[in-house]
């Protein structure tokens, strides 16, 4: 990720979980246009209402800014942060904030529904690149971030390793390359489908050869009559 990506470029943050997720996925929503919305996606959209209410709060040794936008130009993506903690810092990589005493330290938390959503590797993913985008932008190192877990109401602490740095990179440019392409992969039953809101528009039992037409069309039917 030599050459930095232009305006035009760059791609939706949020695909990035995504793509970890499963890369179809990833093409049917980010290149089809195509989205469905399930109860675990409504119950995701409300918990964000709070994170996503762009009020700037400051509170006794934390300075906390919702839905702040980012970008990378060296990744290609840009998005918005569902909240960025600034905790007060000596570290010599932390930032100074404009009319605010003393340095800060960037921390990311993103929130998600619910505790395999908040534990699962596409969100911590998701939340390295968040990290990313903003040491490109503020001149930080980020060495850690949180998912909060709504069905908890706890923390998860992500942090950001090497490997799963290289992970994002690796994904990103995976993203760049179906864009250029144009190309939706292949269908792939994985047991991940089952939760899946996309599954009906995907149809991997039809499409990875699993499955004959007559089989899927005769199981759908008797799903539809019950």
Known sequence: METPYAEADLLPLSGLAHMAFCERRWALVHLEQQWEDNRFTAEGDQLHEKAHSQQIESRPGVLIRRTLPLRSFRLGLSGQADIVEFLPSTEADAISLAGRRGRWQPFPVEYKRSRDKAGSIAYRLQLCAQAMCLEEMLGARIPSGAVYDGSTRRRQPVEFSQP????????????????????????????????????????????????????????MTRTSAE
Request: aromatic content about 2%; glycine content about 4%.
């Open 164 to 219: 799963v740095r290289n992970e994002v990179e690796r994904l990103v440019l995976r993203m760049h390359q179906l864009r250029r392409d144009g190309c939706t992969p292949q269908a792939r039953r994985m047991p991940a489908c089952r939760n899946c809101s996309m599954a009906e528009r995907c149809l991997p039992e039809l499409l990875d050869g699993t499955q004959s037409v007559a089989a899927y069309m005769q199981r």
